[in-house]
């Protein structure tokens, strides 16, 4: 008889160490967990038939990201063909012009455009539901209509929801799911699951009552917070950037580091948001999700494992070690600035407080820089420069690694020092990794030069990658939660934004507008870095 | 030899250097260089002249000067051994087709006029896309080598020259490669991954999948077969079943695996088996079982061949069935699994059903919910896009290839 090699789990008894020495020993049949035919299919996975439940589904972000990134799912067979969408909104349609509404929509936003069949297969599992999210009926009705989806689609009872509506109508939503049972899990499989959109709450009491709120209805493990960052391909680079390469992690930190900088910046300014922009601001839009998520990526210790709980311990950990900010640290390490008329792309800007829905005295921040430490045995005494802003001159964002100068100046003769090392991971536009080095002007003398090795992904993978939603939809239905928040975190996250926040309200009357649409933010911004003897990076 | 203007499937372009300025349209490669010559020294130095004067400035999208500057995608080399006639063609048409996705030097190597002088000869371009309006151009080089007379016994040597160093070689054969030849065995030495696609083999396909396997002992080389990567969505319609936990213990408890694959012409034994083949060596190679009996052909026409498995103390029978059916030859239409635990009987029976497979299920004779898992068939191109994408070591194939080995084990 020929044996072949096969995968096997660790002898657990004396007696299956010896079967397993012997070569004849046999799977534990009585309580296997783990589907051994599973091994190795994660990227052939399909999430099991559901319905997804679209709160918000008239709105533009469902529109301009959540339906696209569905539709490009299903285009690519990433769905299961028992899958229904129902799609909750308040405007009066029907269906059939729900649809229309919807394929025009496509067409418009879509990454790859679906051919007619596969779009129209795509319209035909969409089913809308008219109703106000406060109202109890529209959610006895919702709840029927799910009823007779899951005997007409065969959707095996799994519901997946998606919150994509005004953050103040989370609560009542998640009230009324548990209202009538939705959140419930059922024993013969049906799983509920329930994404929420950012933000997630708006300063660290209301972050933690919507936790309460949302916990009170469904467990931990069924909910998703969103933040669509987490989804970028670069942003999931960066980990098997530094996890999965032997030559960086060695330098990640304080002995080599001397600083590093993250910076969100966006040269587009509010576009008839005002209304939503004079409530949030930089430090709750980009400064509390964005900025801090990179923050706790790029700091973290590596994870025992890739699971979701593992890596968001050692985010968690980052986020703490941080530590709300002092009110003497608010005065000193933040700025914020907002936008006065400029110009952007060669083309004349308005300033914030003349933008539409904005009030002309507006004290909100579309601009913020801050210092923060991470006070851990990696990071002691290693500054982390953070910057976001709206109406800068140019899109850009990236983190940047700034090594130490080297120990010693051994080339004495050249008329220039060589510049530390740098290593920038480009997120956008033109996602790519570039790495700083000192090199040898070919010639007689010693000089030496800056020079950069420079990898686009563009360059060696010319493949469209997936939009950052489609990735997360698809971890959402797949029940992997390691690019989702946790409640800890955002709290923790929260606990560093608020006192900002909070401190600013006592604070003098900003002198707004500080910096003028394209320049780089204000001067302040500028004093916080270079008081170090140091400076931003030119993007 | 002069002789190669006439060269199989290829339009031959002038003699000449040409840099060629077409505006650029993202996502869209353009033809930046084309040039030929008839020695593999001519070859190497045609490919040096294209990084050094390559035009850096095309028209823009108006037609107004626009600077961008010409990368080379440094990812790997491929090499394809196109054969003769309209496979060059085939072959040609598609890697063209996946310009700008990975791959930094192909070479497509084709054989002429076997009874003839020596000759070569060798079409160079270079195929550049723009990722995206602001992003430099990145540049893939292509070749397309043919080899008359006694020159085409001889690829490896040719071959060889041309490749980028420190890059991984990748050689798709999309034929039939005669893995025992020496042919074969020079140009494995240089690879680190082969292409195959078994389901194109000729008889039943099994003698090619032993000494496929037999590789691996032989060379340090990785292989990806387009017949079992096919057959993706079908390994997950069948773990997908066995992820509801009351399901799952049967799988240890199998008795019996049956697969159907479609012999349409009444000649089951000329049916390429390699993909019904794959399934077993799958489900075995998952679930830690071990051949007791080698696949043997049934005595009589259409009696398909059989093969004992052993799980744990139980032995399971597994056949192969020819079906009459309108699918091309050698297809699956069915996999069937047979379990009974604790006096409980599992049926489990994937079907193939247009563009997808269809999971029905019975437990003590009530039937479990169906699922479609669409499946609609994926093209070579694709297939060679997404091995190209998995760049790193496939656990499935490996633990498949090595089942499958012992399976058909003479």
């Known amino acids: 008889m020929t044996r072949a090699a096969a995968p096997s789990a660790p002898p657990q008894t004396i007696r299956e160490e010896r079967l397993a020495r012997d070569g004849k020993r046999k799977r534990s049949a009585a309580h296997p967990e783990v589907n051994p035919l599973r091994e190795g299919l994660r990227l052939e996975r399909v999430p099991d038939p559901h319905v997804m439940v679209l709160f918000g589904a008239t709105g533009d972000l469902s529109h301009r990201k959540v339906i696209p990134a569905l539709a490009q799912l299903w285009r690519t067979n990433l769905l299961p063909s028992d899958w229904a969408l129902v799609a909750i909104g308040r405007r009066p349609y029907d269906e059939?012009?729900?649809?229309?509404?919807?394929?025009?929509?496509?067409?418009?936003?879509?990454?790859?455009?679906?051919?007619e069949e596969t779009e129209r297969q795509f319209l035909d599992r969409v089913f809308y539901h008219r109703g106000d999210f406060g109202d109890d009926a529209m959610y006895d009705s919702l709840s029927e209509k799910l009823e007779g989806l899951h005997v007409e689609q065969a959707t095996a009872h799994n519901l997946l929801f998606y919150l994509a509506t005004q953050p103040s109508a989370f609560p009542t939503i998640v009230g009324e799911l548990g209202r009538v049972g939705l959140d419930h899990e059922k024993h013969d499989g049906g799983w509920r699951r329930i994404v929420i959109e950012k933000p997630f709450g708006r300063d660290l009491d209301s972050a933690r009552k919507l936790n309460r709120e949302v916990l009170r209805v469904f467990r931990e493990s069924q909910?998703?917070?969103?933040?669509?960052y987490l989804g970028k391909e670069t942003v999931r680079n960066l980990m098997v950037f530094r996890f999965g390469n032997g030559i960086f992690e060695p330098l990640w930190n304080r002995r080599y580091v001397d600083h590093i900088q993250i910076t969100v910046?966006?040269?587009?300014?509010?576009?008839?948001?005002g209304s939503f922009y004079e409530e949030t601001g930089a430090v709750r839009d980009v400064f509390q999700n964005h900025l801090l998520q990179l923050l706790s990526l790029v700091a973290m210790e590596p994870p025992a494992t890739f699971a979701a709980d593992a890596l968001r311990d050692e985010k968690l950990k980052v986020l703490r070690a941080c530590g709300p900010p002092t009110r003497q640290e608010i005065t000193r390490d933040v700025v914020r600035g907002q936008y006065g008329p400029g110009w952007v792309g060669g083309q004349p800007v308005k300033g914030y407080r003349e933008e539409e829905e904005v009030d002309p005295q507006s004290e909100t921040e579309t601009f913020v820089a801050a210092r923060l430490e991470i006070d851990d045995w990696r990071w002691s005494g290693v500054p982390f420069y953070l910057r976001t802003g709206k109406r800068l001159a140019r899109?850009?964002?990236?983190i940047a690694i700034q090594f130490r100068d080297v120990p010693h100046r051994l080339f004495a003769e050249s008329s220039t020092d060589p510049q530390p090392n740098l290593l920038a991971i480009r997120i956008q536009p033109d996602e790519g990794i570039l790495l700083r080095f000192g090199s040898k002007v070919p010639g007689l003398g010693l000089e030496i030069r800056p020079v950069t090795m420079d990898f686009t992904y563009g360059t060696a993978f010319s493949v469209d990658a997936p939009d950052a939603y489609e990735t997360l939809l698809l971890d959402a239905m797949l029940g992997d939660q390691s690019l989702f928040t946790r409640a800890d975190e955002v709290e923790a996250a929260w606990a560093i934004a608020t006192p900002i926040l909070d401190g600013w309200l006592d604070m003098p009357a900003p002198d707004f507008p500080s910096y003028a649409a394209g320049a780089w933010g204000p001067a302040e911004a500028d004093d916080l870095i270079e008081r170090d003897g140091r400076r931003w990076r030119r993007l | 030899m002069e002789g190669a203007a006439s060269m199989e499937g290829a339009v031959a372009p002038p003699l000449s250097v040409t840099p060629l300025t077409a505006p650029a349209t993202p996502g869209r490669p353009v033809l930046r260089w084309a040039s030929r010559a008839r020695t593999v020294d001519g070859v190497a130095a045609e490919l040096g002249k294209i990084w050094s004067s390559i035009s850096l400035t095309t028209p823009g999208e108006h037609g107004d000067p626009e600077r961008r500057v010409a990368a080379r995608s440094s990812v790997m080399n491929l090499v394809v051994v196109a054969g003769r006639g309209e496979m060059g063609e085939r072959t040609a048409a598609i890697v063209e087709g996946l310009t700008g996705r990975h791959p930094s030097r192909t070479l497509i190597v084709s054989t002429a006029d076997p009874d003839g002088p020596a000759w070569l000869d060798a079409q160079v371009q270079a195929h550049c896309m723009l990722p995206s309006p602001t992003a430099p151009e990145t540049c893939s080089e292509l070749v397309y080598l043919t080899a008359g007379g006694e020159s085409g016994q001889h690829l490896a040597a040719i071959v060889a020259p041309l490749l980028i160093h420190d890059l991984p070689v990748t050689v798709w054969w999309p034929g039939e490669p005669h893995f025992?030849?020496?042919a074969v065995s020079e140009l494995l030495t240089m690879a680190d991954r082969i292409l195959v696609d078994g389901s194109g083999w000729s008889g039943d396909g099994l003698a090619g999948l032993h000494a496929m396997a037999d590789l691996p002992k032989r060379f340090d080389v990785e292989i990806a077969d387009f017949a079992l990567l096919r057959?993706?969505?079908w390994r997950e319609a069948i773990a997908s079943t066995f992820d509801r936990p009351n399901l799952l213990p049967f799988l240890y408890y199998l008795d019996r695996i049956d697969v159907r694959y479609a012999a349409s012409d009444g000649t089951p034994g000329m049916a390429n088996v390699v993909r019904p083949m794959y399934h077993v060596a799958w489900l075995a190679s998952r679930l830690g079982m071990s051949v007791v009996s080698p696949v043997r052909a049934g005595a009589e026409a259409w009696s398909g061949y059989d093969v004992v498995l052993q799980l744990g103390r139980r032995k399971v029978p597994v056949t192969l069935c020819p079906v009459e059916s309108t699918a091309p030859r050698g297809t699956t239409l069915a996999v069937g699994l047979h379990a009974v635990r604790n006096r409980s009987e599992?049926?489990?029976?994937?079907?193939?059903?247009?563009?997808?497979?269809?999971?029905r299920a019975t437990l003590d004779g009530q039937a479990i919910p169906e699922r479609l898992f669409l499946a609609p068939r994926r093209r070579e191109a694709e297939l060679l896009a997404e091995t190209i994408d998995a760049a790193g070591r496939d656990a499935i194939s490996k633990d498949v290839l090595a089942m499958a080995a012992v399976l058909v084990e003479k």
């Not at chain 1, 909910?223 to 669509?228: E, G, N």
């Open chain 1, 96 to 115: 059939g012009t729900f649809r229309m509404d919807l394929a025009e929509s496509l067409h418009k936003h879509c990454r790859v455009q679906l051919d």
């Open chain 1, 223 to 228: 909910v998703y917070r969103i933040d669509h």
């Open chain 1, 265 to 273: 910046a966006e040269s587009i300014g509010i576009e008839e948001r």
């Open chain 1, 395 to 398: 899109r850009a964002s990236e």
């Open chain 2, 180 to 182: 025992e030849s020496r």
């Open chain 2, 231 to 233: 057959q993706a969505r």
């Open chain 2, 346 to 359: 599992l049926a489990v029976d994937v079907t193939a059903y247009a563009d997808g497979v269809v999971v």
